[in-house]
């Protein structure tokens, strides 16, 4: 486990998750949020994303979390030698992505930059939720079935899998 790709719909704990595996395996944590957005929320320009998520993918060892763009989402899949794949069911990403939105008004959520429209994002969010489930969950749940071919693949389907996955590295 050098490169890890953790990714699945928007809510599912993909950040705490990433936090918790770079914390127990020692690998440096990237997470493309705050890569992608600026302080604020505003996006920086697509090729200063691109080029430095080129860069991330040539380091000899990674925890990337998130989404990032379609494009690079796949480079980054293959790239990865182990691929820990998120698919809750869809409630409890709403739950989460509700439960994120309210306690963001208190403390920001971890893994976003710094002073991110809480609301906006957590609109988005919701709207993603749908959208990923239709288009994109079908094609990640085959990525990854195929991928356990020539990679080590986790795919976490309920709070209890997160939890064991987790056990399971930091006892290994």
């Known amino acids: 486990m050098k490169k890890v790709a953790v990714f699945g719909n928007s809510g599912g704990g993909k ?3 990433s936090a918790q595996l770079a914390e127990v395996t020692g690998l440096p944590l990237h997470v493309l949020d ?3 957005y ?6 920086v320009p697509q090729a200063v994303y691109r080029q430095t998520h080129d860069q991330l993918l040539r380091e000899e060892a990674w925890v990337i979390d998130g989404f990032g763009c379609m494009e690079t989402l796949w480079e980054r899949l293959k790239v990865a030698d182990t691929l820990v794949y998120l698919d809750l069911p869809l409630y409890i990403h709403f739950a989460w992505v509700t439960k994120r939105m309210v306690t963001g008004f208190v403390q920001p959520p971890s893994g976003w930059p ?3 429209p809480i609301l ?21 749940r085959n990525f990854v ?3 356990r071919e020539t990679q080590t693949v986790y795919h976490l389907r309920s709070v209890s899998d997160i939890s064991a996955f987790l056990t399971t590295v930091a006892n290994s």
């Open 15 to 17: 950040s705490t998750l």
């Open 120 to 140: 906006k994002s957590s609109l988005n969010s919701y709207r993603t939720l749908w959208l990923c489930h239709r288009h994109l969950t079908p094609r990640y």
């Open 114 to 116: 710094e002073q991110s």
């Open 145 to 147: 079935q195929q991928a």
């Open 34 to 36: 705050k890569i992608q």
């Open 38 to 43: 600026k302080a604020g929320g505003e996006k």
